[in-house]
Each structure stands twice: as C-alpha cells, then as structure tokens.
C-alpha cells in the first residue's frame, strides 16, 4: 500500500528522477516556459516555485539552498535579483500550465509549464 506517499516515481530511478527534476526547474527559471508532459510538469511546478520563494527570501541561507539544487548559478542569480522583485508582491501562484494535446510518438499529454507575467 502506498498510502500518504506523495510524489510521482516518473519510471526513473531516485538519482535520475532529482536529476531529471533539476534539469527542468533549472531550464524553466533560464527560459521562463518549458514544454514537457503533465507528469513531469506537475511535479516540477512545486520545486520551481519553492526556488522563487526561496529568492524572496533573499537571505544567505536561502542562497545556499537554492544553490543546491539549482543547476546553473547565473540562473540562481536571476531568481534572487530578477524573479524575486517581479514576485515580490505574489504570495505564491507563480507558474502556469497550459495543455497542448497528445505528443505525436507515443500519445502521452503535452503541456507548456511558463512562469507567470
């Protein structure tokens, strides 16, 4: 029974599945929107938004923290200088998911994961 256990397992192993979900957040704080499935999406919009909280905080714990999961530091940079003041008045809320419709080669539902405006 897998009662109460959160988060989707993806078919990946535990190091490549943290891998796979750096990667993403990383690319979604670089570029602003990605383009991935649902699953992978849905997972993804939490850790991307505790990073922008994480630079609102600004603080040099928070700093570190991000640095540790945030592949790039030029990206952390941008989410404690730029994202941070965009959000600074937002209490969370800071991503969207826009369905696209199935992926040609295997049907698996597409979405557009963008950083809110």
Known sequence: MRHKVAGRKLSRSSGHRRS?????????????KITTTEA??????GLAEKMVTLGKAGSLHARRQALSFILDEGVTEKVFSELATKYAERSGGYTRITKLG???????PMVQLELIE
């Open 102 to 108: 199935p992926r040609l080669g295997d049907g698996a």
């Open 40 to 45: 992978k999406a849905k997972e993804v919009r």
């Open 20 to 32: 796979l979900l750096r990667n993403l957040v990383t690319d979604l704080l670089n570029y602003g």
